[in-house]
């Protein structure tokens, strides 16, 4: 015990913490880049729409199925050997995105960057939990938060930006030297802080978390688009996935162990994560929908819309990791679901006439109270646990927070298609623009009403959260 301790009082948690920000930062940026970018490719590789959408399907793909086994990874390679190995995966698809002959090749650099990518955030919340105390957790977490809101708020508008001056190709030309600083500077600065313990590789766990989680994402992915297919692998997912749970808890060496679930602070807050991530991609994925099509903005201007919201949100999220390390989580969480909850209803009552100044006022509300609620609900979730339940206990929330944030965009697509068609069906003209718009504004209506549901259901558990520690003797355990 004395030995470890020194060990870790020796590390030097600044170089350690700004290594992997920086990998994140870049990693997370170059997701959001893209975005804006796919009706360019469409033009210039000569693909449908249908064919582009594999650039963002295939990604959240990879990542969906790499998730669950990053505790499995954690414990057969160091920090130093994961990090640096995503981030080189990352560089090297970045770089056959940047110089792809043909759609094919862009869409292997994507895969190979989601490989990449889909490993730093695990390393990077592992890490922050190995060397940080529980009870200055909060300021660290709220590091990461800055990084998980600020790099997707710039991705759009900077994208706009290159594209509307350059190629897309240098919108991967851009994040090269980006991608190979971090590298360097994590080779420099990186060390190892957690235990190689080389866990026996359960296959057929493995086999069913892939069927499970990739069916899953897929199915939905490929949404309406895919007809019965979609279908089939949805149903092939859930199948395999209750399998694997199932398989989780009879084998003595799980890849994911439930057995974090045992931990009730650590359950409330999950669950209360998955429902704040089912209600974010809904107004993520319906808001921009209303900028683009109710109020006719341009690509760009949708993005510069949300980017205050957005910058906000990164600038905040470091203050409110340190006063949830002063204040515990109930006092920031709570108010922010209630602002969110407010907002959402706000939202639901949009009409085809609103000004871009209070979209940014409510938009910039909203991801206040997100600001409030995300990185402390994580903390508390976390601070429950063994330090050995770690790896676990963060593949657990990711990969339930990915499938969430899948099924909520789906989910309100669907909704908000059915009540754009329900409004329709009742006009006496619906082939008429104003009513179309007048429709699509009634299905977001009806959408964000639904979200507005979960977000009160959020709202209600909050008020059970408390500041809880893992007891001494097992978070020195593993």
């Not at 110089?99 to 990518?117: D, E, H, K, V, Y």
């Not at 799980?254 to 679930?261: E, K, N, S």
């Amino acid at each position: 015990m004395t030995n470890s301790t020194k060990t870790m009082q020796e590390i030097k948690r600044g170089p350690i913490t700004v290594a992997l920000i920086i990998g994140a930062f870049v990693a997370i940026l170059n997701e959001t880049l893209l975005n804006i970018a796919l009706s360019d490719l469409i033009h210039y590789f000569h693909v449908t729409p249908t064919t582009v959408q594999w650039l963002t399907t295939a990604y959240l793909l990879v990542i969906g199925i790499l998730m669950p086994v990053t505790a499995l990874l954690t414990g057969w390679f160091t920090t130093r050997q994961m990090f640096l190995g995503a981030m080189s995966l990352f560089l090297l698809g970045t770089v056959i995105c940047g110089f792809a002959p043909s759609f094919s090749f862009l869409l292997l650099g994507r895969i190979i960057q989601a490989a990449g990518s889909g490993l730093i955030l695990p390393v990077l919340m592992n890490t922050i939990l190995f060397i940080y105390p529980p009870e200055k957790r909060g300021g660290a977490m709220g590091l990461i938060g800055l990084v998980l809101m600020f790099a997707p708020a710039l991705g759009p508008t900077l994208s706009g930006l290159i594209i509307a001056s350059l190629s897309w190709r240098w919108l991967f030309y851009l994040v090269i030297p980006l991608a190979i600083f971090s590298i360097l500077f994590a080779a420099r600065f990186l060390t190892n802080v957690s235990e190689v313990t080389r866990p026996k590789v359960e296959v057929p766990s493995i086999i069913l978390s892939t069927l499970g989680f990739g069916g899953l994402v897929y199915g939905m992915g490929s949404g309406a688009e895919g007809g019965w297919l979609s279908l089939v692998f949805m149903a092939i997912g859930v199948v395999s996935l209750v399998l694997f749970v199932w398989r989780q808890l009879v084998v003595s060496n799980p890849i994911l162990d439930f057995r974090a679930f045992k931990y009730p602070m650590y359950t409330l807050a999950t669950i209360i994560l998955i429902l704040v991530m089912v209600t974010l991609f809904a107004t993520m994925i319906l808001l921009p929908l209303y900028l683009q099509r109710a109020l006719l903005l341009s690509s760009f201007a949708a993005g510069v819309v949300l980017l205050p919201g957005g910058l906000i949100n990164g600038l905040l999220s470091p203050v409110m990791g340190k006063l949830f390390d002063k204040f515990g989580p109930r006092w920031l969480v709570t108010p922010g679901l209630l602002i969110m909850s407010v907002v959402i209803w706000l939202f639901s009552r949009l009409t085809v006439s609103e000004s871009m100044l209070y979209i940014i006022i409510l938009y910039a509300a909203l991801l206040i109270g997100m600001s409030m609620v995300m990185m402390p609900v994580s903390t508390t979730g976390l601070n429950q646990l063994p330090k050995h339940m770690y790896p676990h206990g963060t593949a657990i929330m990711n990969t339930l927070q990915q499938v969430a944030g899948g099924i909520g965009t789906a989910v309100f697509i669907g909704i908000m298609v059915s009540g754009q068609q329900a409004y329709l069906n009742h006009s006496a003209n619906p082939e008429a623009p104003s009513q179309v718009l007048q429709g699509l504004v009634a299905g977001m209506s009806r959408a964000f009403f639904i979200a507005l549901a979960v977000g009160v259901v959020s709202l209600v558990l909050s008020l059970f959260l408390k500041r809880t520690f893992a007891p001494k003797e097992e978070q020195s355990e593993g």
